[in-house]
């Protein structure tokens, strides 16, 4: 299958009827064993120092892994991705546009999903026959959430890890089925975490530090029980059509559409406590405003750019949240003894 790289989650069932191969070009930027050279190609090509890291990376990995179509998300993703679009194609890449509707409809959803399935020569039908061979694999990313939230045997890395790659199935859904079943078997022997660890949602984009803050937030006693991003990759909710799919998945749409996801999901899975990681220069970090007005549960913002891994000053402020909870937590116990 040819490759194409795509920017964010897309409606892959199009691309995979087309008979292409989605490569999710972040995933591979931030699994690289050394992500900053991936920035450094981008910088030297003569990109910004304040521009995202992940845009950086994105287009390390172009160059050095030479992708040579890109589908790029122009409304409903990052603000930067138009340029990165016309860099792209100054380097001889191909590139094509996809722009998610400004309003979850499925009518709106319908006519780009009929847009892009003609731009790649293939058919809804198609794509439909596609999207129900995924669903074993999206149902398996949903099994390993419940898991997580509700059996406590799957770690918070372990459910960010599977669900962030529910974008491409890490290029090959057949072998991502195959090995996430066998990571359920697995999973379903172990003993739980224990039942006195704070339980953290995670909201925003996934974070530069992958395994780094999940392991440290277990270091401290918590752990992670809601990945919001990455749960919405994995398409959460059973729908009809593919339009429909694609129209209750949340990330493209308004904060306030995310909103109503986040806060039935912190009550449903028993939450003690946000973070929001927000990315540098990022124009989603702007939301954080109405998060915090939203959410009334102990929240704490970190934003990351290009570090990759936990610096001693975010450590130092995860530690001091974690005593907070702690510390709500024996004032809760009091009152309920009084």
Same mark, same amino acid.
């Given at each position: 299958?040819?490759?194409?790289?795509?920017?964010?989650?897309?409606?892959?069932?199009?691309?995979?009827?087309?008979?292409?191969?989605?490569?999710?070009?972040?995933?591979?930027?931030?699994?690289?064993?050394?992500?900053?050279?991936?920035?450094?190609?981008?910088?030297?090509?003569?990109?910004?120092?304040?521009?995202?890291?992940?845009?950086?990376?994105?287009?390390?990995?172009?160059?050095?892994?030479?992708?040579?179509?890109?589908?790029?998300?122009?409304?409903?993703?990052?603000?930067?991705?138009?340029?990165?679009?016309?860099?792209?194609?100054?380097?001889?890449?191909?590139?094509?546009?996809? +722009?998610?509707?400004?309003?979850? =409809?499925?009518?709106?959803? %319908?006519?780009? $999903? *009929? @847009? #892009?399935? /003609?731009?790649?020569?293939?058919?809804?039908?198609?794509?439909?026959?596609?999207?129900?061979?995924?669903?074993?694999?999206?149902?398996?990313?949903?099994?390993?959430?419940?898991?997580?939230?509700?059996?406590?045997?799957?770690?918070?890395?372990?459910?960010?890890?599977?669900?962030?790659? +529910?974008?491409?199935?890490?290029? =090959?859904?057949?072998?991502? %089925?195959?090995? $996430? *079943? @066998? #990571?359920? /078997?697995?999973?379903?022997?172990?003993?739980?975490?224990?039942?006195?660890?704070?339980?953290?949602?995670?909201?925003?984009?996934?974070?530069?530090?992958?395994?780094?803050?999940?392991?440290?937030?277990?270091?401290?006693?918590?752990?992670?029980?809601?990945?919001?991003?990455?749960?919405?990759?994995?398409?959460?909710?059973?729908?009809?059509?593919?339009?429909?799919?694609?129209?209750?998945?949340?990330?493209?749409?308004?904060?306030?559409?995310?909103?109503?996801?986040?806060?039935?999901?912190?009550?449903?899975?028993?939450?003690?406590?946000?973070?929001?990681?927000?990315?540098?220069?990022?124009?989603?970090?702007?939301?954080?405003?109405?998060?915090?007005?939203?959410?009334?549960?102990?929240?704490?913002?970190?934003?990351?750019?290009?570090?990759?891994?936990?610096?001693?000053?975010?450590?130092?402020?995860?530690?001091?949240?974690?005593?907070?909870?702690?510390?709500?937590?024996?004032?809760?116990?009091?009152?309920?003894?009084?």
């Amino acid at each position: 299958m040819k490759r194409i790289g795509i920017t964010t989650t897309v409606p892959i069932e199009i691309l995979l009827a087309a008979g292409y191969q989605p490569v999710d070009l972040n995933n591979i930027f931030i699994s690289d064993a050394n992500p900053e050279r991936l920035v450094n190609i981008a910088e030297k090509a003569g990109f910004p120092l304040n521009c995202c890291s992940w845009i950086k990376g994105i287009y390390g990995v172009c160059m050095e892994q030479k992708i040579d179509t890109v589908l790029c998300v122009t409304t409903g993703d990052c603000s930067n991705t138009v340029m990165l679009m016309e860099v792209l194609k100054l380097k001889g890449i191909k590139t094509i546009p996809f +722009a998610f509707p400004a309003q979850p =409809d499925p009518g709106q959803m %319908q006519k780009a $999903l *009929e @847009e #892009l399935a /003609k731009t790649l020569n293939t058919t809804l039908d198609a794509a439909d026959r596609v999207r129900e061979e995924l669903k074993p694999c999206r149902q398996l990313a949903l099994k390993l959430d419940g898991l997580t939230w509700q059996e406590g045997v799957v770690s918070g890395y372990e459910n960010h890890l599977w669900l962030v790659s +529910a974008s491409d199935f890490n290029r =090959d859904y057949r072998n991502y %089925q195959r090995e $996430l *079943e @066998e #990571l359920i /078997k697995q999973c379903l022997k172990r003993q739980p975490y224990p039942s006195d660890y704070h339980r953290i949602a995670y909201i925003g984009v996934p974070s530069v530090y992958g395994q780094d803050l999940y392991k440290y937030l277990e270091s401290q006693g918590a752990r992670v029980v809601f990945n919001e991003i990455q749960r919405q990759f994995a398409m959460p909710h059973p729908t009809p059509s593919l339009a429909e799919q694609y129209s209750r998945y949340t990330y493209p749409y308004s904060i306030y559409d995310r909103l109503k996801d986040i806060t039935a999901e912190l009550k449903r899975r028993r939450v003690d406590g946000v973070i929001h990681y927000v990315q540098a220069f990022c124009h989603r970090g702007i939301g954080d405003i109405i998060f915090r007005d939203a959410i009334k549960l102990p929240f704490l913002t970190l934003e990351g750019n290009d570090d990759f891994l936990l610096t001693q000053h975010l450590k130092t402020r995860v530690e001091a949240f974690i005593d907070m909870l702690q510390r709500s937590r024996r004032r809760t116990k009091i009152a309920e003894e009084v």
